[in-house]
DNA sequence: TTAGATACCTTGCAATACAAGATACTTTAA
DNA sequence: TTAAAGTATCTTGTATTGCAAGGTATCTAA
């Protein structure tokens, strides 16, 4: 169990909001964008792990998606969020924001802290 | 992919830094303990999760244990953290912070959050 | 001895990230 | 025509691991 392991497995709860994310806020986009956002943000994303996630989030009615040709190579395929999407991706930052939340109450000993927002005296 | 899916999927990584902290602050402690600690910060852990769990981190020399009586009820594993797991511990915290950071330049579209080293580019 | 509470541990299944490799289209250049 | 290189999508096999369910052991109380 090395930390490369354990940094893997962060990684991986927090995929779906991530790429829902950022094809919400491209409007549309395609795979290899995606995984190059992901790396920007220093999310280290493979091909074999994107691909399987679009489709599961195709099939789950998320996402939608439409072929476009390329100037400069194979044609793309551009996904988007369909409404059952957006209402999704509401549904996963508000999952993210309790689990950072939660890990925060555990990590430092179930001192009372409160959201930085209402803290605010 | 139901929301509880997802959300069991976003606990996965985090497991292993949350109990190490609780164990961190208790100064030492034993499963039941982690457990209730685990729930109050509204991270559902069960049995099964948890006992393979520490039992890697031991494994891993992270963590060690002594048996301990109790007056009501067999008897508990106390364990407590190694150096290494000291050293783990601060490594996990790092890897979490650095996550937290990424997930928020990627759902946020990438906007230009404080990234102290590229600010000059 | 029976029942219930507390505590620890194991087995089997399902989900899934990822490495590696396959397929397909376009352009460029012999 | 053929070959090579670049871009893009997709599949297969493996390893990890959270969790439901069930099991074992100890202590207390009737």
Redesign the pocket.
Known sequence: ?NLE?????M???V??YCILSIISNEGRC??????ERLKEAQL?????????????LKNDGYLS?EWE???????????QLTAAGKGFLEELRRSWNELVQAVQTAADGNAEIQNPESSNA
Request: charged share 25%; aromatic share 12%.
């Open positions: 169990m392991n354990i940094k893997a497995q990684r991986k709860g995929l779906e395609y795979a290899s964008q995606i995984l280290l994303v493979v091909e074999g792990t994107l691909y399987p996630l679009l489709m599961r998606y040709e390329s100037r400069s190579g194979p044609p793309r395929k551009y996904y």
